[in-house]
């Protein structure tokens, strides 16, 4: 199956500073994917090379096989929703939908109005007087009304109070599973990830870390504790994450695989948090080919 999103060496500078660099990705079509990240890690720059927005400065992407360009057939694959939510604070939300509809050829006007009414939202409020959950909401639904292949969202939750979140997500969830697209989701609430996305990126100081399904991700990954002796009887080419020693206790997160590991470690399942936060902790570390051990 073609990638949905495909890239070789993809970088984008500003100035003398790169804030992404050596990108290689094949994002599956049809999952829903995580991407992870601190703070000026990357993540917005990616979805804004591919939401066609920003050029790359190197490197090559491909959306669904073809390269990104203006051409409108191009872009009306790609929806595209910022943190801020950009609205026209002066438009009602049926002059939004108006607008929508005159702008996307393949815009879904009927869809739009039923889920905007089933969502309980103001036609004729504008949209600077909406709360920041009610306009997350009209925003998604402008994305998804579009009718994309491809759904990035930059953020999305990180400025809603708890129930907000839930009931965009709601949205998203169920507006996946009606017409199967693929979602890129750029988050820092990694627990809104758990039971939503299928697909892990995680980027750390602009280049990726990880990248790969995430049931896949868990059932490979582990936690070892054992005496800090036992670190030297680690197998010389298990890909460690991390590792720290506590007194005479080491703590080790590894990608096992099909390594065999001595008796004296005990093995423990992580969690996506647990995962993912070791891997944000050591910029160094990738479970990408060229595994690090703690030689």
């Not at 939004?96 to 815009?107: A, I, S, V």
């Not at 991700?217 to 009887?233: C, I, K, N, V």
Request: hydrophobic letters at 45%; charged letters at 20%; proline letters at 7%.
């Amino acid at each position: 199956m073609t990638p949905a999103i495909e890239s070789r060496d993809l970088g984008r500078r500003y100035r003398r500073t790169w804030a992404l660099r050596g990108c290689t990705l094949a994002l599956p079509e049809g999952r829903v994917i995580a991407l992870v990240g601190p703070n000026g890690a990357g993540k917005s720059t990616l979805l804004n090379l591919a939401a066609g927005l920003l050029q790359p400065s190197e490197g090559t992407l491909r959306i669904f096989g073809e390269p990104l360009d203006d051409r409108p057939a191009a872009l009306a694959r790609i929806s595209y929703m910022a943190q801020e939510t950009a609205l026209y604070p002066t438009f009602t939300v049926a002059e939004l939908l108006t607008f929508g509809r005159r702008l996307n050829p393949g815009w879904d006007d009927r869809w739009a109005r039923e889920r905007l009414s089933r969502l309980r939202l103001p036609s004729d409020v504008p949209a600077g007087r909406l709360s920041g959950g009610q306009r997350a909401q009209v925003a998604l639904v402008l994305a998804l009304a579009k009718r994309p292949r491809l759904l990035l969202l930059d953020e999305p939750l990180a400025s809603l109070d708890p129930v907000a979140r839930h009931d965009v997500m709601a949205l998203l969830m169920e507006s996946v599973a009606e017409a199967g697209m693929t979602v890129v989701l750029s988050s820092h609430i990694i627990s809104d990830l758990v039971d939503t996305c299928d697909w892990l990126v995680t980027i750390n100081q602009g280049r990726v870390q990880v990248s790969g399904d995430i049931d896949e991700l868990l059932a490979t990954h582990r936690l070892l504790t054992g005496p800090r002796e036992a670190l030297d009887s680690l197998p010389p080419r298990l890909p460690v994450v991390a590792h720290t020693v506590n007194g005479r206790q080491a703590s080790v997160l590894a990608r096992i695989g099909a390594h065999r590991l001595a008796p004296v470690w005990t093995v423990n399942e992580v969690s996506l948090d647990e995962l993912v936060l070791c891997y944000l902790r050591q910029p160094a570390s990738s479970a990408l080919p060229g595994p690090t051990s703690v030689r």
